[in-house]
């Protein structure tokens, strides 16, 4: 980014400050240790929260979505703590944002990141000024974006390891302040340290142990402890991820991790599954959207979804599991971003958050054998679904196409009729489609378990 433009966005960001504290009040939370009620007349919000609430927890909530004349109530199972219920409340704006962002970048040519900030703050700033708490949540959407912006260039013209530092702190600063995620502060840091740039004093909290490891320690004990490098196969498909999905609406990369790796990963993962006989982590996997009369219907009748989920952190146990996590989440998230951020096809219909700047499990699914598979249905409830490109990656090896089905069959035709194309769910396979237009389904999988890690990008 040029010098210009970064300066631009420090003034605008002195003359009208983005840098609200934490917003503390947001929504009615209501007592009880079981329920929230999130209280919004915003389009967007229930299907967010009914999104969230499915895919990523236990106890439940109630979603009351005022529309202009009607008050519809939901209850979701879900666990949900405040500072959860607010990360979410914040990704939806981050994804309005990203969308009004994305209509306007098309347009402008010069310094299109700061314009479009601006103008997407104004909007809708005038829209929604009335609702303080609305305004907070827009707010820090924004500031995190432009904050975001203004690090990076100012770590890209930083001459000095006194200016990398002060740029480091600056980011845990905005991040301490709630002006800008403390994902993002760590990756920079990360950076940083991965590029062996000097810098004085990181401050060592930046360091998150949990989701950046400071340093590439990948194996120790024979134990794989992350991989936060990207793959070179991943790095050589970046061309062919961005030409295929959009020629085919699919891509499948095999070798993704090599052997060594994918193999490690799915031991970690069988490990996983096995020593959870209680099932406290796993879950049967649900119907994403029970108000679907019909889907309710397969559901009873055990036709719908078969399988049994985990949500991974990053943090699991064995750590090859969480690496993997992280993998999937943090790393490949970076590369479609960057993928499919650019604007080589003088379009950029498709650009993506940075999974740094929200929150969000990958889901560890185990479908047993003799059981039903996942009837045809699209990663997408309605327009408002920000997921935009799914991700599943296999951890099953000598998988017998014959013998074991369990194939993901993709549909880029849509039709009832049309014929699937069939992806077996080998080792170390990735397969990326766009969430909202593909359809897919899972084959029953026959004499063994079939395992794979999704994860879907907004
Ligand atoms: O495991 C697969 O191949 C796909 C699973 C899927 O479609 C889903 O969980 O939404
Ligand atoms: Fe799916």
């Not at 895919?55 to 879900?78: I, L």
């Not at 219920?85 to 944002?97: G, H, I, N, P, S």
């Not at 397969?298 to 979804?305: A, H, L, M």
Request: hydrophobic content about 35%; overall charge positive.
């Amino acid at each position: 980014m040029r010098r210009n433009t970064t300066s631009a966005i420090s003034s605008s960001l002195r003359e009208a400050p983005l840098l609200f504290p934490r917003f503390d009040r947001w929504g009615l939370l209501s007592g009880g240790k079981t329920s929230f009620v999130v209280a919004s007349s915003s389009l967007k919000s229930s299907s967010f929260a009914n999104y969230y609430s499915h895919h990523h927890h236990r106890r439940s909530v109630v979603v009351v979505a005022k529309k202009r004349f009607t008050t519809t109530t939901t209850t979701r199972r879900g666990g949900f703590d405040e500072q959860w219920l607010r990360e979410r409340w914040t990704v939806a704006y981050a994804v309005a944002v990203r969308d009004a962002f994305q209509a306007k970048t098309s347009k402008c040519e010069e310094e299109p990141a700061l314009r479009a900030v601006l103008e997407v703050k104004e909007a809708l700033e005038k829209e929604t000024k009335k609702e303080e708490m609305k305004f907070k949540a827009i707010t820090f959407a924004l500031s995190s974006l432009a904050s975001r912006e203004m690090l990076m260039a100012e770590l890209n013209i930083a001459q000095n390891e006194d200016e990398v530092t002060r740029v480091l702190n600056l980011a845990k600063r905005l991040a301490d302040a709630g002006a800008s995620s403390a994902h993002f502060a760590r990756a920079l840091a990360f950076e940083v340290l991965k590029a062996n740039v000097p810098a004085r004093a990181v401050e060592k909290s930046l360091i998150g142990e949990k989701l950046m490891r400071p340093e590439v320690r990948r194996y120790e004990n024979d134990i794989l402890w992350s991989i936060t490098v990207p793959s070179e196969k991943i790095v050589l498909s970046r061309e062919e991820i961005r030409n295929e999905m959009h020629r085919k609406g699919y891509v499948v990369i095999d070798g993704v991790l090599g052997e060594k790796n994918s193999k490690i990963c799915e031991e970690a993962a069988m490990k996983f599954y096995e020593s959870d006989p209680g099932t406290r982590k796993f879950k049967s996997g649900e119907l994403a959207y029970e108000e679907k009369n019909d889907a309710t219907t397969q559901k009873k009748e055990g036709k719908y979804r078969d399988d049994e989920i985990a949500w991974l952190t990053g943090d699991e146990r064995p750590v090859a599991l969480g690496a993997l996590s992280q993998f999937l989440r943090d790393t490949l998230g970076d590369i479609l971003c960057n993928v499919f951020n650019e604007k080589k096809d003088g379009s950029n219909k498709h650009l993506l958050l940075s999974p740094t700047d929200y929150h969000s499990n990958v889901m560890l699914s185990v479908y047993s054998s003799n059981r039903g598979g996942f009837v045809k249905h699209l990663d997408h409830d309605d327009a408002s679904d920000p997921r935009k490109i799914s991700a599943v990656y296999y951890l099953n090896s000598q998988w017998n196409e014959n013998e074991n089905r369990g194939a993901l069959l993709l549909y880029p035709e849509g039709g009832e009729d049309s014929t699937p194309v069939r992806v077996n769910p080998i080792r170390d396979r990735l397969v990326l489609f766009w969430s909202d237009t593909m359809y897919h389904a899972v084959e029953p999988s026959e004499r063994r378990k079939r395992f794979a890690c999704s994860f879907w990008y907004l």
